[in-house]
């Protein structure tokens, strides 16, 4: 069986020095292979085949057969890595704490320690009534997660 580990070193041996970066391998029974790839700027096709010619090329199918699917991340799908989150500062997400309930707003800055995210601010905005005031006011607050508190984070996709 393909190893996840080998298929992830080639892959960021491949898309080292370019704005592409690795978000998932999986490797599931049957040799199976499906690898999440994002870019700084936007994921092209061009992107994907890149990669998925590289790793085919990689491997004798003689030896080991295999399905590759190399793609980007849905829409819909929870941020994995730091170089996603950094992308994403300024947009509109949500969380969804271990604890607590889930929140929405605005993702303000993350925090790194050794390449992988430490935390994350976001911001809240909503209505609330305010001492002393006969109607509610828009209150924003600003929230600190750590990575160990996140269970998932979502961007909300806005047509606007």
């Keep these: 069986m393909i190893n996840a580990k080998k298929i992830q070193i080639l892959a960021e ?7 592409a970066f690795l ?9 199976v292979i ?25 491997f004798d199918r003689e030896e080991e057969d295999f399905s590759l699917d190399v793609g980007s991340p849905g829409l819909d799908q929870p941020i994995k890595v730091l ?3 950094l992308k994403i500062i300024g ?42 005031r006969k109607a509610k006011e828009w209150v924003d607050e600003e929230h600190q997660f750590q990575a ?6 979502k961007v ?3 047509f606007k």
């Design 23 to 31: 978000v998932d391998v999986k490797v599931a029974s049957g040799n």
């Design 83 to 85: 170089r996603q989150y």
């Design 91 to 132: 947009k509109q997400i949500a969380v969804n704490p271990i604890e607590g309930k889930k929140m929405q707003g605005e993702l303000v800055s993350v925090e790194e320690e050794e390449g992988e995210l430490k935390s994350l601010v976001l911001k809240t905005r909503e209505k609330k009534r305010i001492e002393g």
């Design 148 to 153: 160990g508190e996140i269970e998932w984070t």
């Design 34 to 58: 499906k690898i999440a790839l994002e870019n700084d700027d936007s994921t092209s096709i061009t992107d994907c085949v890149e990669l998925s010619r590289h790793i085919e090329g990689s």
């Design 13 to 19: 041996e491949f898309l080292e020095g370019t704005s």
């Design 156 to 158: 909300i996709i806005s």
